[in-house]
């Protein structure tokens, strides 16, 4: 899965978690705090 996405899914994957806005800002932090590597696949999976 990982070698398949690309890297501007990849750039726009950081973009939404470090997006100064509110609901984006603790949405990233409840999950990624959860389990941060199921975390990333799951944003990687809802960009395709």
Known sequence: MYKKTSIK???RNIHLFASPEPMHLLYNISLGEKNSRDF???RME???
């Open 9 to 11: 899914a990849y750039m």
């Open 40 to 42: 990333g696949i799951f």
């Open 46 to 48: 809802e960009m395709k």
